[in-house]
């Protein structure tokens, strides 16, 4: 295990998101990319564990457990870990849906075979990513993935925003991003420092606009290997 046990990386201002926004409901479609060509030539797929960080209401790990996978979220929101139970139950989907923080996990070492996160660590500044992704490397298993979608710098933060440290920033307002939480952004020439503990790297970049293109995002899209 690491040593980060007395350390926090949710911030409680997730669970107002929660509560008060619908936020997405279908997956992420660089997901289901990333899982078809590493997943979907195995032949049982209730083998595969894959477990995906700030799982929030839960429309990646309703895309998992559809297909077949052995699947497991942790969320630091019981707002959200409760809807996304609820959404499963009603479909009569299966998944292992725990509250908890992610910089510090009670999973064994070597238990997953992936590890996913959609737009999680992104709201983490960076030492604690650093935790974090010792973390997800401490319960994959040799060889076992990673994928994880974030927001690079040049994604466009809003009209106003409280800066936190370089790249980090809170208390955003204007943009898709605005909201009074955490919000990290990824300089591409830091990719690899920040993933560095894995033995393969690879990324693709996303670009897109919206609000009538007043607004700029791009994400990079990250697969790495224990």
Known sequence: MTDNKQKMAWDPEWENIHIKEELGKYPSENLIRFIAANYYKVKNRKEIKILEFGCGKGPQIWYL????????????SKTAITLAKKRLSEENLDANLIVGDIISTKFPNDYFDCVVDIECLVCNDWNSTVEIIKEIIRILKPEGSFFSQTFSDKTSIGEKFTKVEENTYKEIIGSSLGRKRLLRLLPEKDLYKLYSGFSKIFYDKLFYTYQNMKYESEELLISCYK
């Open 65 to 76: 457990a559809r297909e077949g996978f052995d699947v497991y979220g942790i969320d630091g």
